[in-house]
């Protein structure tokens, strides 16, 4: 079946740690992204990527890192710089400029800095 | 920055339709509507895609008038299925970037 996985489901870490959150697609989208949830809120873009070995920063970039070596993998990385990094963090991916311009979301990885 | 306004939660019986409405008063001429549904603890749902008049799918129909400055998702029947969060959004196609508001709550009463 296609779709995007996110792993892990769950994800605890201590302050001051990197973490890095897993996000696959097998779509053969060209297009992913990284969007961060809060309670009650509604979705704000990380960062994003439009083709393989490039990717910009969206609204709510600084404390993260990603890279986009192969068009399949989208990696996020939370690093220590980020203040307040306990949130839910869902991945998508879509074709560029397609008709509908639909994002698939993966299933999320909720993290919490303990 | 692209916004759209809409009630933060609305209530209904199963078995009625729902209409939630989305103001976006500036809307620009290749902007379309688009709407998605999330469910708790998932990621959103492309639901249906509009740029004027009424567009129906297998699930709900999308009405936005002449003037563009708003739009109504319509849900036939709902039931407790369908409680979640809704989100209006409006798309370019030469920007792949979405922006989420808080979205519609809408619960599904028995």
């Known amino acids: 079946d296609g779709g995007i996985t996110q792993s892990p489901k769950y994800l605890f870490r201590k302050e001051g740690q990197n973490v890095t959150l897993s996000c696959e697609q097998n779509l053969n989208h060209d297009a992913m992204y990284w969007y961060r949830q809060d309670p009650g809120q509604g979705l704000r873009l990380i960062y994003y990527?439009?083709?393989?070995?490039?990717?910009q920063k969206g609204d709510i970039a600084e404390g993260y890192s990603v890279s986009r070596e192969k068009k399949e993998s989208f990696p996020l990385t939370v690093t220590s710089a980020q203040k307040n990094p306990t949130a839910f963090y869902l991945c998508?991916?879509?074709?560029?400029?397609?008709?509908?311009?639909?994002?698939?979301f993966g299933p999320g990885t909720r993290l919490t800095v303990l | 920055l692209a916004k759209t306004t809409q009630p933060i939660s609305m209530d209904s019986y199963e078995g009625q339709e729902v209409n939630i409405t989305c103001s976006h008063n500036?809307?620009?001429?290749?902007?379309?509507i688009t709407w998605y549904q999330q469910f708790p603890s998932q990621g959103p749902r492309f639901i249906i895609q509009g740029y004027k008049t009424k567009v129906t799918n297998e699930v709900a129909s999308l009405f936005i008038p002449a003037d563009r400055k708003s739009s109504t998702l319509s849900l036939p029947r709902v039931s407790l299925s369908d409680t979640a969060v809704y989100y209006c959004?409006?798309?370019?196609?030469?920007?792949?970037?979405?922006?989420f508001g808080t979205g519609t709550r809408l619960t599904i009463i028995p």
């Open positions: 998508a991916s879509s074709i560029p400029r397609e008709l509908h311009n639909e994002q698939f």
């Open positions: 500036n809307i620009a001429t290749n902007d379309y």
């Open positions: 959004l409006r798309t370019n196609f030469g920007n792949e970037k979405l922006t």
């Open positions: 990527s439009q083709i393989v070995n490039d990717f």
